[in-house]
């Protein structure tokens, strides 16, 4: 398989009184051309910074210490932002997971969607007609809108974000990200506000983007239960680090290597948990300012020893996966 995107040693910090804090150290993955995959982990653990990362849209106040992206053969990293446009919205789009901060309270859904191929289009100097490319542009967004599961397309075409629902503003923000074609789509918690009809419908177009173009998508989730059925792969991710990454099969997903991972499974509810209570974690994720050396986990690793908390572990490789603990669950 042929790698479409490759992040490479990405080391992220904020600046605090001149003392620089990482909020994504040392992370290392691919992103094949045609494949699904999941990005997994509790709120706060880099999930959604590791995505801003890959779209050149990280907060002011976040830096790129060191570290590669790779797109396509360019280091996205050091691409000046004439450059970077031509790609972003357009190659590589993205779902937000703030979506009515991200949808423009002034500007009617059908115009924000249509400004998404305009801005393709114009990178790609295609545009010949620009009145006939309007009315094909407004067709193609009535067609997303549709496929999206809206009854009464031309409505929402013409509503502001306000006169929406939480669900539909999901939607409309999937179209937007979607109406390119990207070679790849970042989908940050892509269905969290929808209601589950909603859900259904975002997840089958990602996946039918998937099939249909090769579309190759990076499922931002905390959630294993939302992704087991569309994802290929999966990383771990917490306190800014990967723990675990492998092949998202059932037997995977019952057998975790990381303590981390398994926890996060014992939390899911199930047929099989039904009346029972649902485990959590105890502790919490540490903020940045109280990061250390060792594996970040450790704290409330019930399997933590010394050396857990002196030096992150190396890597392990068993059985297609890989695991950065000291004593994975074998």
Known sequence: MTHLLEVRGLTAAVNRNGKFLKVLDDINFSVYEGEIMALLGESGCGKSL????????????VKILSGEIIYSNQNLVTLNEKRLNRIRGSEITMIFQETRQSL?????????????????????????NRKEQKTRNKE???EMLETLG?????KIFDSYPHQLSGGMCQRVMTAIAAITKPRLLLADEPSSSADDESREKILSLLLDMNRK??????????????????????IIMYAGKIVEEGPLEMQELRSPLHPYTKALINAIPGKDKRGKPLENISGKIPSIEDRFSGCPFAPRCPKAQNV???TFPPVRSIDNRKVFCYFPEL
């Open 50 to 61: 590791t995505a801003l990362s890959i779209a050149g849209l990280l907060p002011t106040a």
């Open 104 to 128: 423009n309270p002034l500007l009617k859904a059908g115009r924000q969607i249509t400004e998404s191929l305009e801005l393709s289009v114009i990178n790609k100097e295609q545009i010949k």
């Open 213 to 234: 173009f090769k579309t190759s998508v990076l499922v931002i989730s905390h959630d294993l239960s939302v992704i087991g059925r569309y994802c290929s792969r999966f």
């Open 308 to 310: 857990c908390k002196e």
């Open 150 to 154: 809206f009854e009464q397309a031309q």
């Open 140 to 142: 193609l967004a009535l």
